[in-house]
């Protein structure tokens, strides 16, 4: 029996005839809208659109998801009281994709309109960043002013933002999130990267995704010249991890009262694998590694002579570009090695500060893969804020899409905060009094000088390091740019110029009384250091010598009791030779 008939049976092509026929009758119009319906479904699921769950839930939105340690005072105390937090958030419906709300945020963003007033900033090696203020006073009574400035005394509270990847003061989220806090009676300041926000670089050192030099110099700068204004930090993207990390490189020592991570990435490592995945994230990375190539072009000079310029010419993706510059610069042996050590969520757990963080779920950027759940619950100080859907620094709400819900959140958690008595206060810690680093012992002495009469004395460099703090106080004043004045070019180079000379003099003044000090020192007790770490340890814990001693007589003890049993035998053998005959 044939069980797959042959086409060429007389039945089966009038079958088929028939069934060509029949499609032949429908217009072409059906054939184009079924065409559509398949491309929209398509479309919708690549763009991970949810317009119509949205629509099937009559537009509540979905509600924010809270992590956090039950034992928690600064969830009981101050996001117990945020009604934002404990609110929905409702997307936009024309921008019901994490895709349409990034790339609109982008590209138009409806931010503000308003100025900053610029300071420029000069850190210790040379390099310059731009510091945006946007002031309180400034956007009062609706009106943008410029004739106020802040006292020493001044208690309003301080906001620094730190942006995100490639990102500046202009960028649309930031306006948003800096004229909100404004209106809102606070005064803010953009910390800029190096090199962006319209500043050349003036040194060869470089930000990167875990440089927290720039950030603990600013905000060290920022408390020593407002010591009564609380001190508070937001930070967007790659700036939230820089500033997580900082919180926990520095923990109780910051001098922040309380702080936010809107987007982090978290684990850098998990989030470059994530980029890589899929067709759309693919084009998320090529859209960074753009930016981060016209970044480049701005200080060719530099890159050429510190990278690799024609690997980052023909860099395809941010792993490139790490791998071509970032590595190069930062002195990182590979592209893993620097996420691994750049990463903030190894250093989630130190945090002492009050942390908001707040990411979408669909963010197609940072992926909620990298979260890292359980050490924000496992930290008092951290309250993680998860809403369902937002993109990547987007949130966009209302049906004109003109406000930013993490923004209204931000300014609610940082009001209670500030009227709460849970602010972070700044704890310094005195270092130990026997340390055995060996930068230490070289940088600090003593050395040992041997007089004419025999006499020995211990002879440091207390008076260089004396000469040297002045300096640094004299490059310190070289920060206090009035803020009331944009500065021009011609003045940064003159501060350019004096904190080199600042910095030049100190080197050669601690130089110059260095090699005096070794000419000095015509003898030098090799054992001292020992000596005196010994010294120090038996005035710290003189059990602890005891104890050593004991140990390093039990485990001895076996090798000299041979050696004795040794040597008394010989003497028995030598006063009484008959005695084994």
Same mark, same amino acid.
């Given at each position: /029996?044939?069980?797959?008939?042959?086409?060429?049976?007389?039945? *089966?092509?009038? =079958?088929? %005839?028939?069934?060509?026929?029949?499609?032949?009758?429908? +217009?072409?119009?059906?054939?184009?809208?079924?065409?559509?319906?398949?491309?929209?479904?398509?479309?919708? @699921?690549?763009?991970?659109?949810?317009?119509?769950?949205?629509?099937?839930?009559?537009?509540?939105?979905?509600?924010?998801?809270?992590?956090? %340690?039950?034992?928690?005072?600064?969830? %009981?105390?101050?996001?117990?009281?945020?009604?934002?937090?404990?609110?929905?958030?409702?997307?936009?419906?024309?921008?019901?994709?994490?895709?349409?709300?990034? #790339?609109?945020?982008?590209?138009?963003?409806?931010?503000?309109?308003?100025?900053?007033?610029?300071?420029?900033?000069?850190?210790?090696?040379?390099?310059?960043?731009?510091?945006?203020?946007?002031?309180?006073?400034?956007? *009062?009574?609706?009106?943008?002013? /410029?004739?106020?400035?802040?006292?020493?005394?001044?208690?309003? +509270?301080?906001?620094?933002?730190?942006?995100?990847?490639? $990102?500046?003061?202009?960028?649309?989220?930031?306006?948003?999130?800096?004229?909100?806090?404004?209106?809102?009676?606070?005064?803010?300041?953009?910390? @800029?990267?190096?090199?962006?926000?319209?500043?050349?670089?003036?040194?060869?050192?470089?930000?990167?995704?875990?440089?927290?030099?720039?950030?603990?110099?600013?905000?060290?700068?920022?408390?020593?010249?407002?010591?009564?204004? +609380?001190?508070?930090?937001?930070?967007?993207?790659?700036?939230? @991890?820089?500033?997580?990390?900082?919180?926990?490189?520095?923990?109780?020592?910051? &001098?922040?009262?309380?702080?936010?991570?809107?987007? $982090?990435?978290?684990?850098?490592?998990?989030?470059?694998?994530?980029?890589?995945?899929?067709?759309?994230?693919?084009?998320?990375?090529?859209?960074?590694?753009?930016?981060?190539?016209?970044?480049?072009?701005?200080?060719?000079?530099?890159?050429?002579?510190?990278?690799?310029?024609?690997?980052?010419?023909?860099?395809?993706?941010?792993?490139?570009?790490? %791998?071509?510059?970032?590595?190069?610069?930062?002195?990182?042996?590979?592209?893993?090695?620097?996420?691994?050590?750049?990463?903030?969520?190894?250093?989630?757990?130190?945090?002492?500060? &009050?942390?908001?963080?707040?990411?979408?779920?669909?963010?197609?950027?940072?992926?909620?893969?990298?979260?890292?759940?359980?050490?924000?619950?496992?930290?008092?100080?951290?309250?993680?804020?998860?809403?369902?859907?937002?993109?990547?620094?987007?949130?966009?709400?209302?049906?004109?899409?003109?406000?930013?819900?993490?923004?209204?959140?931000?300014?609610?958690?940082?009001?209670?905060?500030?009227?709460?008595?849970? /602010?972070?206060?700044?704890?310094?810690?005195?270092?130990?009094?026997?340390?055995?680093?060996?930068?230490?012992?070289?940088?600090?002495?003593?050395?040992?000088?041997?007089?004419?009469?025999? /006499? #020995?004395?211990?002879?440091?460099?207390?008076? =260089? !390091?004396?000469?040297?703090?002045?300096?640094?106080?004299?490059?310190?004043?070289?920060?206090?740019?009035?803020?009331?004045?944009?500065? &021009?070019?011609?003045?940064?180079?003159?501060?350019?110029?004096?904190?080199?000379? #600042?910095?030049?003099?100190?080197?050669?003044?601690?130089?110059?009384? !260095?090699?005096?000090?070794?000419?000095?020192?015509?003898?030098?007790?090799?054992? !001292?250091?020992?000596?005196?770490?010994?010294?120090?340890?038996?005035?710290?814990?003189?059990?602890?010598?005891?104890?050593?001693?004991?140990?390093?007589?039990?485990? *001895?003890?076996?090798?000299?009791?041979?050696?004795?049993?040794?040597?008394?035998?010989?003497?028995?053998?030598?006063?009484?030779?008959?005695?084994?005959?």
């Amino acid at each position: /029996m044939d069980l797959f008939p042959s086409f060429d049976d007389e039945p *089966s092509l009038n =079958a088929y %005839n028939h069934l060509f026929n029949a499609l032949s009758l429908i +217009p072409i119009s059906h054939y184009l809208l079924a065409l559509s319906i398949l491309c929209a479904i398509f479309l919708y @699921n690549f763009f991970e659109f949810h317009f119509l769950h949205d629509l099937l839930t009559g537009f509540r939105g979905s509600p924010v998801v809270l992590t956090y %340690n039950h034992s928690s005072h600064i969830y %009981n105390a101050v996001v117990s009281n945020c009604r934002i937090l404990h609110g929905r958030y409702l997307a936009t419906p024309w921008l019901s994709s994490p895709h349409f709300q990034t #790339v609109f945020l982008n590209f138009f963003g409806n931010p503000p309109a308003f100025s900053y007033r610029r300071q420029l900033f000069h850190a210790a090696d040379g390099g310059t960043m731009a510091l945006d203020w946007l002031l309180s006073s400034d956007v *009062s009574e609706g009106a943008f002013q /410029m004739n106020n400035s802040i006292s020493k005394d001044d208690t309003t +509270p301080l906001v620094v933002i730190i942006p995100g990847l490639t $990102s500046d003061s202009a960028s649309p989220y930031l306006k948003h999130v800096a004229f909100s806090m404004a209106k809102c009676g606070w005064n803010v300041v953009v910390s @800029n990267h190096r090199g962006l926000g319209g500043i050349s670089i003036t040194s060869d050192c470089f930000y990167n995704a875990g440089w927290t030099e720039d950030v603990r110099v600013v905000i060290d700068y920022l408390h020593d010249k407002y010591p009564k204004a +609380p001190l508070f930090a937001i930070g967007t993207s790659i700036g939230a @991890n820089i500033l997580v990390k900082y919180l926990g490189e520095d923990g109780e020592k910051v &001098p922040v009262a309380g702080a936010v991570a809107i987007c $982090s990435p978290w684990d850098l490592l998990i989030g470059d694998r994530f980029i890589c995945r899929r067709l759309v994230q693919k084009l998320y990375d090529r859209a960074l590694t753009i930016g981060l190539q016209g970044y480049a072009k701005l200080h060719e000079p530099r890159y050429t002579r510190l990278a690799n310029w024609e690997g980052i010419k023909k860099s395809r993706s941010i792993r490139d570009f790490d %791998n071509f510059a970032t590595c190069l610069v930062g002195k990182f042996e590979t592209v893993d090695t620097y996420y691994r050590r750049c990463s903030s969520s190894s250093y989630v757990g130190n945090v002492s500060v &009050p942390l908001l963080c707040i990411s979408a779920l669909d963010d197609p950027v940072c992926t909620r893969e990298a979260i890292p759940w359980d050490e924000c619950r496992a930290n008092k100080n951290i309250v993680l804020a998860t809403t369902k859907h937002g993109g990547h620094l987007a949130f966009f709400e209302g049906i004109m899409a003109s406000r930013l819900w993490w923004v209204r959140a931000v300014g609610e958690f940082l009001a209670v905060l500030h009227s709460s008595p849970y /602010m972070h206060v700044q704890k310094k810690i005195e270092n130990p009094g026997c340390t055995l680093s060996l930068g230490t012992s070289i940088d600090q002495g003593p050395y040992v000088n041997v007089a004419e009469d025999g /006499m #020995v004395a211990a002879a440091g460099n207390e008076h =260089a !390091s004396d000469n040297h703090m002045e300096d640094l106080t004299k490059l310190d004043k070289i920060h206090n740019v009035n803020s009331d004045k944009l500065v &021009p070019e011609t003045e940064q180079d003159e501060h350019e110029t004096e904190t080199k000379s #600042v910095i030049e003099h100190s080197t050669v003044q601690v130089s110059k009384q !260095s090699k005096e000090d070794i000419k000095d020192a015509k003898s030098i007790d090799v054992i !001292s250091p020992v000596r005196r770490c010994l010294n120090q340890l038996c005035r710290q814990n003189s059990r602890s010598t005891w104890l050593l001693c004991c140990i390093a007589i039990a485990t *001895s003890w076996p090798l000299v009791g041979s050696a004795l049993r040794l040597l008394f035998g010989k003497k028995k053998l030598r006063r009484y030779p008959n005695a084994g005959r």
